[in-house]
């Protein structure tokens, strides 16, 4: 049982991040910036969008003709980056990425590549299927080292895109550079909370505990990481440290779905 419920930590962690963020869907997409994605391709998930705000929904649909007609590379850029925008809104990381990512193409700006290598990692984390978990992760990738190919130092794209080798055929590579970026900065509060993650994904709950504390030490708010030490504690047996963990969690947290998947971890400890 407790096996399962490591399984599910990352689904767990999204949750406490993202909770309100509407269900994804890849939108397939190799088309030009004069066109962008095709209004069919949108159009057949609209059902699994209609959650969705519709203030939301109709400025995404307003600004995509305005997009698909638009004719200045510049005013269609500003579109992009408009949509993209809404559609993070709308949760919907994987259209967010495809035109943040034209944005990124005419601003060519560091932040502007950033934005769009972090919205294929947001849909990276979402994706179900290993297909769609590796072509986002790749795109992913692309951009963060493109973004690395001018600013070597900037230690937090560095830990995302350690963090998307994880799932490929080379999870090593993944904690190399991990271990690179906790080299250099030791209080790297990214690096330190992926790397406790890891550690109780395989097993070592001794290291994970080691990692998180010290991630704590940096940031003693870290909610997301008092949930992950609670875990690691508990699969040390140290279950009394493990309850106060999850206590402070429900403090810090008051998330209807936060205190629900904290419950059930305090249920198994009695």
């Known amino acids: 049982m407790l096996k399962t419920r490591i399984i599910l930590i990352v689904a767990c962690v999204a949750v406490i ?32 969008h209609a959650a969705a705000p519709r203030a939301v929904l109709q400025s995404i649909a307003s600004l995509r003709i305005q997009y698909q007609t638009g004719s200045e590379k510049e005013k269609n850029a500003i579109f992009a980056d408009s949509l993209a925008g809404l559609y993070r809104i709308a949760g919907k990381f994987d259209s967010a990425a495809w035109f943040s990512e034209e944005t990124a193409k005419f601003f060519n700006t560091t932040e502007s590549w950033i934005e769009a290598g972090d919205d294929y990692y947001q849909a ?33 794209v560095k830990t995302k895109l350690a963090m998307t080798y994880l799932s490929s055929t080379n ?42 504390e010290e991630l704590l030490k940096v940031n003693p708010n870290h909610t997301q990481g008092h949930l992950l030490l609670g875990i690691a504690l508990m699969n040390t047996g140290d279950n009394q440290r493990a309850k106060e963990q999850f206590e402070r969690v429900k403090e810090m947290d008051e998330d209807p779905a936060v205190q629900a998947t904290v419950d059930s971890y305090l249920k198994d400890l009695k």
């Open 17 to 48: 991040v993202l909770l309100f963020l509407l269900p994804k869907v890849v939108v397939e997409n190799d088309g030009s910036v004069a066109t962008g994605p095709a209004a069919d391709s949108v159009g057949q998930h609209a059902d699994v």
């Open 124 to 156: 990276f984390g979402f994706a179900t299927d290993e297909a769609k978990q590796n072509r986002l992760a790749g795109k992913a990738q692309e951009l963060y080292k493109k973004v690395l190919d001018e600013n070597p130092k900037n230690l937090d």
């Open 171 to 212: 999870p090593m590579q993944g904690i190399m550079l991990l271990r690179e970026v906790l080299a250099e900065d030791p209080k790297n509060e990214l690096a330190l909370y992926n790397m406790g993650m890891l550690s109780i994904q395989s097993g070592q709950h001794e290291k994970a505990v080691e990692r998180l």
